[in-house]
């Protein structure tokens, strides 16, 4: 359902008619209704229209409202959705990302996400030494991961990437395959995050504040990130930054001394 071409419109139709079917069943009577936007353009859309009657808030990924270079057809068609919902059916608009809502044309409020309390994972012992925080999105740097993954394994150091495969292309998959974790629970990843040494998170985007250095910082671990100014403004020296233009393994292995 996601705005691409090659859209597959019936199993877009069966999976909008199953969520607003949901929507129909729900048992608790609400005045307000908030709706998750992940750039899913024809289901927000669908679901604003649905609870038009309530007060709708969109809680909008930083993904469906940064503006990235080639993609002004996405950033265009979100915004008209965004204005269309917004000023038109009255649904207030939430960013998790001030840096966004500064270069964002529309009236929206910010809602930063809090540092999580993770102390029951605090403690555990360290088995492995790098855990890749990855959903593996396009927006991260996967290739480059796993390049980093190969060389610091050859120099004895354990790698493990989180996040589903089944979104990576067969030849990213069968490369990497040795340090993948496939799809944990939550009491599995935050079980291996707290048992390594260091949490790496990137993404290529340059407005994007990474939520997963949150977690790595409350378990009190090294925690390293792309230097992009948004990361920078809101972690400051809590973590470790790295370039585009960096060895990857070689700043990990830095990080790790």
Do not use: W
């Amino acid at each position: 359902m996601d705005f691409r071409l090659g859209l597959n419109l019936r199993e877009s139709i069966k999976k909008i008619s199953l969520v607003l079917s949901a929507t129909r069943d729900l048992e608790i009577e609400t005045e307000a209704v908030m709706i998750e936007h992940d750039g899913n353009i024809v289901l927000t859309f669908l679901l604003c229209c649905h609870f038009f009657r309530k007060d709708i808030f969109l809680d909008c990924h930083n993904c469906s409202v940064e503006y990235q270079r080639g993609g002004m057809l996405i950033y265009a068609a979100n915004f008209l959705l965004l204005f269309f919902c917004g000023p038109i059916l009255g649904a207030r608009l939430v960013l998790h990302n001030d840096l966004i809502r500064r270069k964002f044309p529309l009236k929206a409020a910010v809602m930063y996400t809090p540092y999580p309390d993770l102390s029951a994972y605090i403690g555990k012992e360290k088995v492995n030494d790098v855990i890749f925080s990855c959903s593996l999105n396009r927006d991260e740097p996967v290739a480059r991961i796993i390049d980093a993954c190969l060389k610091l394994g050859q120099q004895g150091y354990s790698c493990r990437i989180s996040g589903n495969t089944e979104k990576l292309d067969a030849s990213l998959r069968s490369k990497g395959e040795k340090y993948f974790t496939n799809y944990l629970s939550k009491h599995g990843y935050l079980s291996l995050l707290a048992s390594s040494r260091l949490m790496v998170s990137l993404t290529d985007r340059k407005d994007t504040v990474l939520f997963s250095p949150r977690e790595g910082i409350s378990l009190g671990l090294k925690v390293l990130a792309n230097n992009s100014q948004a990361n920078l403004d809101f972690y400051g020296d809590k973590i470790i930054t790295v370039s585009t233009e960096d060895d990857l393994a070689e700043v990990i292995r830095d990080a790790l001394r």
